[in-house]
DNA sequence: ACCGTATGCCAACGCGTGTTGACATCGCAA
DNA sequence: TTGCGATGTCAACACGCGTTGGCATACGGT
């Protein structure tokens, strides 16, 4: 609600467009710290004074680059059985071709505002779909951070941590393997919890 | 085999031991980069210069103060079907007392060195305990890697990024979630892979 | 053709960093 | 007591960082 203007070409929109995929790709190798201002500019072929008058600061700079949607999908489509499975394809593709959620999750080691942009990603956008399966509304928060939890592990060990096994597996097989577990944590119930 | 000194106590062994209780927390809390060797060196009650005689440089001390030994216990002492309680329960109770594995998760998104660290410990640690249950040898590196997914997933999300719902999570519950899904990758198979 | 503005480059500032070497002090052995 | 290495302090260096302001140029409306 702070700016009406519609589309309002600017004739600098290509080198906006160009220092963001720039930071985008540095926060992602390297982390906030370690990607700097003059790197970013550098690869973006622009003065490092570029960036600070179209985005104000390095923090500027990142939250405009860590802007993320996780697109969940219309999980109502989804044959209930199928839910962990659908997920887990979803965030591996969603992965794969954009490096925003890499660039976020090295940055939440070091800036503060990028765990919260994580905590908020996987709070809400998480939880209103979790909450849509019928499932009491009490675990639902808690089901949200257990799946956020085995998704975020997978892609810290497949994309930061880089272990092997994980990086060799091919998607269709973490799919099988962790599909599964997914599926527990959205309509399942903890061990122990008596009869149903 | 570089040194045969068995026990040589130093006089200043209780500045250096200062110096590496101070470096962990400071790692811990604000990862590789920011944790400056001044405020260790303040944490610690002394001269930034002797953190580098008796490290050699940032990256010495940080190699020192991220020593880390996961402490798997004799599993096969474990009835088979509780296996994964007894890891999500073993893995709580070590990290509650201990910053260094959140130093070392910290560390990894700045530190290459950090990385290879945690990619070593659960490669190796972790493998030869799962090694030991008599599943086919050809999946033990998938297996570990999956267990690694979903812890590492539960510190990163418990004790960096700090989502709401796990951090609130008592660790009973914790176990009765995640519990069965370690025992599925220990122990099970993947989903759609035929009869038994 | 003109002029205001947007776009871009350059040089520099202040700061905090890891790291170094010179100097003081302590504690123990001879 | 005398010496000597271990321990600790202090000031400074060189470097890279985010950030700033001034200046050249190109564009687009009139």
Redesign the pocket.
Known sequence: MTEAVPARP???????AAILRAARARFAADGY???????I?ADA??????????Y??????FAAAAEFDLRLPDLTQVPPDRLGEALVRHFLNRWEGDETLAALLRAASANPGAAERIRHIFTDQLSTAVATFGTDPATTGRRAGLVASQILGLALTRYIVRLPPVVAMPPAEVVAWVGPTIQRYLTGRPEGEGPC
């Open positions: 600017r004739r600098s929109d290509a080198t906006r710290d370690r990607a700097t201002i003059r790197a500019a072929r622009i003065d490092p004074s570029m960036v600070m008058r179209y104000g600061s390095k923090e500027g700079l």
